[in-house]
T-cell receptor
Framework: AAGVIQSPRHLIKEKRETATLKCYPI?????VYWYQQGPGQDPQFLIS???????DKGSIPDRFSAQQFSDYHSELNMSSLELGDSALYFC???????????????FGPGTRLTVL | LAKTTQPISMDSYEGQEVNITCSHN???????ITWYQQFPSQGPRFIIQ???TKVTNEVASLFIPADRKSSTLSLPRVSLSDTAVYYC?????????????FGSGTRLQVQP
């Protein structure tokens, strides 16, 4: 079965540079979520999109932005990178369930961002 | 505010059954309970989800008592490859928020 695809898998940047992470959700999934997981930490929700509109916002820094495109893929743009941005960035996708049910999120393999 | 509480770590041996209990005293009426497994440097993987009583799939069972204030993930006959972090998450149906709030999971170590 098709899974969530993320690219690149690894990315090395210098401080103050920019980075763009891409996520391709499972076909027919309408919602994309972005999570950040620092070393030794638990995943933290950043932002999500449903049907190409931002649906929820978590602890996403102002330096970061994201969008979902017409083909449902999403991009996370990160500017003025800091050392503390070094982390694993996961994308997850789901399909909105019917009322009274809940959808299941499926995670991609992640992008490991290293800021030097 | 953390919505779930799990043991920080557990140890087991191959072939044993492992039960990980999660406390969610403030669970809302419409919340579902979902468990994820995460290996180092990999994305969390969905294991099982339930609302009440018992749910079983090919990987695990989930037991939820009538008051739904806790749940127990049961892994039958664990192997070394089950060594991972296990997260218990409670849905946020009351607020409509679909994003997952990860608490501190349970680090399961399976020994030979």
């Amino acid at each position: 079965a098709a899974g969530v695809i993320q690219s690149p898998r690894h990315l090395i940047k210098e401080k103050r540079e920019t980075a763009t992470l891409k996520c391709y959700p499972i076909p027919r999934h309408d919602t994309v979520y972005w999570y950040q997981q620092g070393p030794g930490q638990d995943p933290q929700f950043l932002i999500s999109f449903y049907e190409k509109m931002q649906s929820d916002k978590g602890s996403i820094p102002d330096r970061f932005s994201a969008q979902q495109f017409s083909d449902y893929h999403s991009e996370l743009n990160m500017s003025s990178l800091e050392l503390g941005d070094s982390a694993l960035y996961f994308c997850a996708s789901s399909r909105k369930g019917l009322a009274g049910s809940t959808d299941t999120q499926y995670f991609g393999p992640g992008t490991r961002l290293t800021v030097l | 505010l953390a919505k779930t509480t799990q043991p920080i770590s557990m140890d087991s041996y191959e072939g044993q059954e492992v039960n990980i209990t999660c406390s969610h005293n403030n669970i809302a009426t419409n919340d579902y309970i979902t468990w994820y497994q995460q290996f180092p440097s990999q994305g969390p993987r969905f294991i099982i989800q339930g609302y009440k009583t018992k749910v079983t799939n090919e990987v695990a069972s989930l037991f939820i008592p009538a008051d739904r204030k806790s749940s127990t993930l049961s892994l039958p006959r664990v192997s070394l490859s089950d060594t991972a972090v296990y997260y218990c998450l409670v849905g946020d149906e009351d607020t409509g928020r679909r994003a997952l709030t990860f608490g501190s999971g349970t680090r399961l170590q399976v020994q030979p």
